[in-house]
Structure formats: structure tokens, C-alpha cells
């Protein structure tokens, strides 16, 4: 052994060859700071061996490398940018030194090789995988680009064009593609991939290869012709600028760099990507997206925790109701692998379900995403009935009926008296009291709200609401279904609105406002999806929801919260529902649903609903950009706030990705605590003062004037909390 260290090693086989392996002591190798000192050392040691002739870089681990430790990224990237473009010079550095050994080098991938990972595998002269490799550069995810060399040498290595497309999608190649562009060198089977390695090696080292060949291009600038250089980056570039927009920095600053870098060698080109790298890494977008990915950590941590607490597996599942959301829960269960009986009381209802778990299947086999061998598989885990029957021996039951407190009491009692007394019940109510509901049943305890979001097969947040007789194991067991359905499950307690609706009501309550003083709610929509980013504006949104449901649901709300919710008189969601405009689901709301000649669907404002406002709201007004966005936001972060410090949500990571995953919160603003934290608190609550006379909803907590005043984190409560 010439160098042992916590995460790697460096061990002299025979014939000089240096097994470099990345071994840590955790389950995955990744670049942290403590695995950048044992590389520097590995390199200083090889460079002192004089019986080395050649260098193989290995894993001990089912994947190779997964990248670098995003876990210290948040906390380092708090220095100043030009602190930063040291520190990340100090890792690029250490990977330059390893590539100038003067010695042939080669990488024996297996598994993931992401980020630092690939990069690590960039730096040798030869890249041999197995067929189980996923290969890339993932960084623009986090709002980054690679910092540790990337940049530089795959651009020199596959060509710009093919370089900038890695990078700026941040996709990971399958082995066959990562061959054929050239990242890789060889492709063989995992048992055969050590040996093919070493043979590889043993050829540069007795010159039947040319290394230094091979490795002098990712020393030098890019050869590119002028015209070669515009054609390649302009179109990069028109193609970012149209896909990533203006609050996803990364593609096009990494395009830049490579761009700019394209005239230098090695040295000149890694300065500008550790620039680059530096700037980024002070983006907002940057802190949102990496906290995205711990805060998703966390959700992730949580199922597997639970799957592991659960007594109870679910092997077989039921749902009653075969509508919208039955239909689709049904799909989603029989897709992800659990066999699940829908239930209705009539035909065409199950012949409905059925129709539309087909549909989705139909357009995956379109899209060649699945084939009709799973379609088939898929439609059997189905089993339509229209009795109780086969729903006796089910462990776990979702109710998805009529949104109706008696005929849901009813269908869950009849439910409870058929099943086994250790199965559990849930209900998919989106605003009835998951305690109210719980009343009646003799088994409160196997009993809690499960909350799927419309469309259930796209959008992946599910609440589990746990009512105060609920118990642990029927939460645990019910977060590992929906884990296993393939969902992200939040726990939270029961409230009215739950956490998803019990935010987004004082924020749709923040618009009826802004309507009823004038605004144009076509200008405030967009206004909240080109400027905040929302995917939907509010006045759409209500429309998708259906105005109907809106209008019930604010009453809901109103009744649970009856003064900070309060119904507005004249609500213009009110106004639309007294005259049948329900949105979407009849083609009148706030918009004109239609479709074009071409059968493509339409959404015009709706003239009607500019003269029913007339009648009822102020006199036309415009509204700044920023007033709107502060009429609007303050209402839902402060009543997420308040979700905190109720205990209906348990962390900062779990509020903001409820928000992300259950209405597509804008992921660059990172969540509506990665919002506000952003704003920073004492700018929140200067500009949460200026409104304070419109409504309670307006108001700050004391317990965020405190979090101000100590200058704390919600997301450091978290870490406590961990
Ligand atoms: N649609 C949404 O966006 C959405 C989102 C989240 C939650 N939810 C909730 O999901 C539930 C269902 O909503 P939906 O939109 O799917 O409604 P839906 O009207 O599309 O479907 C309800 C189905 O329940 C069936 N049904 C009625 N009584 C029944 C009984 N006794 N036994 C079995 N089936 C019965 C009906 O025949 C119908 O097929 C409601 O509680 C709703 O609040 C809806």
C-alpha cells in the first residue's frame, strides 16, 4: 500500500500498475473535504513511487463516485464570491495534478459516476465502464456547473456542441450513449470490467497505446474553426435562452465559460470555469435548488424510516370511488406494482376509471416510455367491482368518493365492517376533518387521511394527515405506500385545509382582494408565472381547481378560521360561482375554454367575467409588479409560518416541498421558507408591516418577529429537530 486513507486508498499491484480506489467509509463515495486531502496525499504518493507504471482508478462500491458532497455546499457557499473561486480552485487543482502523473491513467467505471464523479473520471487518459454505468454532469440541477474541471476537459474530449448539451441538460447517459458520443473508451460486462482496465492500461504503458497522445488535447484550447466556434454556440446558446429562461442561470453561464474559455489552454480555461463555478454558487437559484435537494433528502429519509417502523406492508389495496381522483390512485397503485380493487356503485363510473388509467398507459407506450407487455401488466393490477367482496382482504383502503361528509361517513363505516381488523382506512377528503370523519369508526386508530393531488400520476406530493387518534403505525404504514406508490408523503396533522389548501387560500384570499380593489386578474396571473414563476397564476389555477370546489373550499376555511379567513363579501371566486362559471371543468371561469380549428385547447379572458367584476369590484387599477407579488406571497408565507409553529407541518424542508411538490412552486425560489429566507426575515416582515391594515393574513407571527430577532434559520430549527 503507498497510501492508505479514510476514503481511498493507493495500493502497487504487479507490473507497477497503481490501484487508485475510492472506498469510503459511508455507503457511496463522494467528494467531501476530507476526501479532496486523502486525493491530494494519493497523488503526492503515487508521484514519490518509482515502481509506478501506470495509474487504474477503482471503486469499492456498487457506483463508482455519486459526486460531490452537496450536504457542505450551502454552508460554503456563504463566503464571498471571490473567497470562493480559491477554495473551489484549491479541488479543480487537485484533480489538474492528478492528470499531469506522468504516467498512463484509467478509470474503471461502474455505476454512478455524477458530477465530481465523472470528472474525476475525465482527469484520466482512459475511461473503460460496465453496462451498468450512469454517466454525467448533473449540475445545472443544483443551479451549479461542474467546478472540478468538467468544463474544460469534455468540451476538449467529445466536442463543444455534445460538451454544452451534457452539461446544460444535466442528463445522465446510459453506457451505449456515453460510448458513442466518446466519454467512454470501452463498454464491457461488470465481471469482465476490471480485467478489460488493466489490459487497456497495460497497452499505453507498453506504448501500443499513445497516453500522452490522448491526454495533450484537454491540455490546450478547443479546436474550433471561427465558423465552427459561432455556429456551435450561437445555437447553444438560442437553445438555452428559449428552454432554461431567466431564473435558471446555470445553462447559459456555463456556456459562457466554455465559450470563453475555448482560446485557452488548460490553465487559462480552468480559471474561468472556477469563476464561473464561484458566481453561480451566489445565485438564489443555486441556494433554492440545492436546498430542494437536501430538503427532498429529508422527505426521502423520512418514508425510508417509516418503511423500515411499518408492522404492517401493504401488499393489496382498495380505493372506492373510480372518479378523477379514484381512477388515477388506482393507476398509480397498479403501475408502481399493488395489485388494487376500485370500488364504485356504478358501471360507467368504473368503465371511466378504467378508460383513463389506459389513457395514461397509452400515451407512455406513444411516448415509448412503456410497452403494451406492462400496459397489460398495469390494467390487470386493476380489479373493478361493485361490491365488497373482494375488498375483504386488502390492507390498506383509500376512499375517494363524493366530496360529502355523510355519504364519506357512511361508505367508511360500511368499509371498516368488511375488512379485517388490522387494515387501514384512509380518506382522500381534500376539506373534511380527518377527526370529524374518524367519529364514527370503530377503529379511529387504523384510520387517517391520505391526500393525492389532481393529477395523481403527475403530481408527487401526498399528505398523510394523522387525526389525534391515529396511530403511529397506521402513519408509518401509510407513508410506505405512498412511498412505494412512488409518491413523496408529508405528515401532517389535521387542520382545516390540511397544510397544502390551508396556505393556498390565504393567497388565493390575497388575490380576491387585489380584484375587488380594480386589478386586472389577467395582469396579476402574469405577473405570478413570468415574474414569481408560479406554472399557473392564480386566476388560472382557481379555474383548474374548478371554481365550485374553490368556492366550498373557502367556506371551509372560513368556518376553521373565521376571522383571519373570513369570506370576503362580493369574492370575485363567489361571484363567478353564483353565475355557473366553474372553470375549467364547464369552459367558463375567469377564462373562455375552447379549442382552435386545429383542435388545439384554448384559453381566452373571459369577457364575462371582466363585466361581472365591474359590477361588483372597484374601478379598474394597475398594480405594480412587486405590490402584486407582495399581495399575494406575504398571505401564504405567513400562514405556512404559522403551520410550523402549529406543528401541522414538522420542518422547514417539509413545508417548502410540500408547496413544490403538491402546487409547483417555482423550484428557483426553493420553496416558500427558502423564499422567505431569501428575502431575508427582517425584509419580509418590513414589507409584511406595510400591508398589516389589510387583514389578519397580512399580520407576522410573533414567533417570525423572534426567529428575526435572534437572527435564527428555520431550516438550523430543523437540523435541531433531526
Ligand atoms: N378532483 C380533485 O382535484 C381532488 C383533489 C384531491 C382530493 N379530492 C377528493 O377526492 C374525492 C373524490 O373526488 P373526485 O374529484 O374524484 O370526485 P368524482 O366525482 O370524480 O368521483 C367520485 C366517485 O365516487 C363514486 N361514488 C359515490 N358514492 C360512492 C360509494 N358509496 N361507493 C363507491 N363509490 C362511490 C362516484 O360514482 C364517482 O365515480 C373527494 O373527496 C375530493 O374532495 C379531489
Known sequence: MIFQGNSLSAQLLDDGIVELKYDAQGSVNKFDQATFEDFRAAVDAINNCADAKGVMVTSGKPAFIVGADITEFLETFKQPEDQLIPWVKTASDVFDSFEDIQLPTIAAINGFALGGGCEMTLACDYRVADTTVNIGLPEVKLGLMPGFGGTVRLPRLIGADNAVEWMSTGKAHKAEQALAVG????????????????????????????????????????????????????????????????HYPAPMVTVNTIEAAAGLDRAGAMAMENAGFAKLAKTEAATAQIGIFMADQVIKGKAKKAGKQATKAVNKAAVLGAGIMGGGIAYQSAYKGTPIIMKDINDQALDLGLTTAAGILTKQVERGRSNAKKMAKVLNNITPTLSYDSVKDVDVVVEAVVENPKVKAAVLAEVESVVS???????????????LLAKDLKRPENFCGMHFFNPVHKMPLVEVIRGKDTSDETVAAVVAYAAKMGKSPIVVNDCPGFYVNRVLFPYFAGFSHLVLEGADFTAVDKVMEKQFGWPMGPAYLLDVVGIDTADHCTGVMSAGFPTRMAKLENDPVSTLYRNERYGQKNGKGFYDYGTDKRGKPTKVPAETAFELFAASCSDKKDFAADDIIARLMIPLVNEVVRCLEEGVVASAAEADMGLLYGLGFPPFRGGPIRYLETLGLDNFIAMADKYAHLGEIYQVTDGLREMAKSGQSYFSTDVKKA
Open 421 to 435: 381488523d388490522d387494515a387501514i382506512v384512509t380518506s382522500n377528503t381534500s376539506t373534511i376533518s380527518i377527526d
Open 183 to 246: 466519454v467512454l473508451d470501452a463498454v464491457v460486462k461488470p465481471e469482465a470490467l476490471r480485467d478489460a482496465a488493466l489490459s487497456m492500461l497495460k497497452s499505453a504503458i507498453d506504448g501500443k497505446l499513445d497516453w500522452r497522445a490522448k491526454r495533450q488535447p484537454k491540455l490546450e484550447p478547443l479546436r474550433l474553426s471561427k465558423i465552427e466556434h459561432m455556429m456551435t454556440f450561437n445555437t447553444c446558446k438560442g437553445m438555452i435562452a428559449a428552454k432554461a429562461g431567466k
